[in-house]
């Protein structure tokens, strides 16, 4: 369904870079304020509220591997705190 901007109303947007062979999976508009690394190579982009916008695989073919080391799947909270220090959990 397109909306009144000529966008298409969406849910999750999967985006394939075929050059850098990464894959991002958008999950909702807005501005990056925080990336966090999940992985080497996996990051999770969020607003100022904390809410997940998505997430980029920087080697699509690792995507597989990533969700099978998370027990095949990947659940992102509505809202995460990107105010924690993060670096002493690295």
Do not use: H, P, W
């Not at 607003?47 to 990533?66: C, K, N, P, R, S």
Request: charged share 30%.
């Amino acid at each position: 369904m397109k909306t009144t901007n000529g966008m298409v109303d969406s849910v999750l947007r999967v985006r394939y870079d075929a050059d850098a062979d990464a894959i991002s999976l958008q999950i909702r508009d807005g501005v990056v304020a925080d990336t966090i690394l999940l992985e080497e190579m996996v990051a999770l982009d969020v607003d100022a509220e904390g809410q997940a916008l998505g997430i980029e695989f920087a080697v699509a073919a690792d995507m597989l591997a990533f969700l099978d080391r998370c027990g095949g799947e990947l659940v992102v909270s509505d809202r995460l705190d990107v105010t924690a220090d993060r670096a002493s959990s690295a």
